[in-house]
């Protein structure tokens, strides 16, 4: 089936849920929602850029991982994981829908320090309770599975190489929101300027093309831009755009095995990406400054003072490097306590979140997506327990801090 190009403009005055954000987050919702039986409700989904061009998925590593801080996000993972691995089945055995392996290299955590390897123990045995794979491996045992490693600042490490690693995020958001306007969710390529509320309730939202349209529910999916929607509506979000940078390179000498998405002590992650070449990632050079959402400018020399001196040591035997492909992402960061926002605001009660997930998103949609579309439904979390990650907690001051953030 062919899906028609999305439009500018809606084609109704009124819906039963508008979702700002046609993204990862957005679409998961949207799909959700449009595949429940128990769900009659019309659903808008408006998206400022349709092609998904600057988007926080356009730019995602793919990452998968359980190894979390705190239990309902491994636990939001292990849905995942089963989400992706049965994509084509999930979303209603089409045989055009592909597979989406997940390319399970796993995620190793490096600790230069007996504190910090301290930590990765107490995050370990929280993941195992949970059924995660986790592993703490002391020097020795690292360099016994990864001998390329120069490791003679590292004390241990913590690996997990099930259902741990990348897997296709953009495709995921592409059939998600195919398959949610295949069942009638309208899309549309447009911006929300301006909402207009009676009370507690938001009535109208108003378009940039000048449309003002109905509204039962209003989702805010928005991303980087979640802040602001949010005050559109008179409400707050704790949400931030963080710079992110990505570089792809070759090696003179590529490793004889997959190289696990390393996050070294430093903050620079890397990993295999294709056949033979890799991706590394950091944050900025100084600090983790916030940035304005459409800013996606480069540092000067992020690749030459941060980059590439940490590859070189800890990866000595890939020989010369080159840079064949790089990109800035940002980060839909969460300040309170860099955990998803779900659910309705405290002071506007049909304005949903579905927000700052502090750079988790691709791999937190699904659960989050579900969870969001079961309180639309039926004004409660049915599968998967969200509480912890609703408005409430920022409202009442109760972060749940997660601290595996890379």
Partial sequence: MTTAPIRTQPAHG?????IVGGATSGSAIAWYLSTNPDFTGSIL??????ALTRSATAASNNCMRQQFATRINVEIA???????????????GDPAIPHLPIRNFGYLYLADTEQFADTLRQDQRLQASCGAGTEILSREQIAGKYPFFHLDDIVAGSLNTVDEGAFDAPVMVEW???????NGVDY????????????????TITLATGERIAAGTVVNAAGTRAGAIARLAGADLPIEARRRYTYIFSAETPLDQDLPLTIDPTGVHMRSYG??????????????PAVDVDDFGYEDRIWEDKIFP??????????????TDSWIGHYEFNT?????????????????MCAGFSGHGSQQAPACGRGVAELITYGQFRTLDLTPLTYQRIADNTPLVERAVI
């Fill in 310 to 323: 940490v590859l070189t040591r800890r990866l000595p035997e890939l020989g010369t490097l080159k840079v």
């Fill in 14 to 18: 009124s819906y039963d849920v508008v």
């Fill in 78 to 92: 292990q849905y995942a994981a089963e989400f992706v691995k049965n994509f084509r089945e999930n979303l209603g």
């Fill in 45 to 50: 989904v408006v998206e400022r850029d349709a």
């Fill in 275 to 288: 056949d033979s070449d890799y991706l590394v990632g950091c944050p900025p050079l100084v600090g983790d």
């Fill in 176 to 182: 998600l929101r195919r398959k949610a306007r295949e």
């Fill in 336 to 352: 309170f306590d860099h955990n998803a926002i779900l659910g309705p605001h405290t002071e506007v009660a049909n304005l949903v």
């Fill in 188 to 203: 549309i390529e447009n911006d929300v300027v301006a909402m207009a509320r009676a009370g507690e309730r938001i009535e």
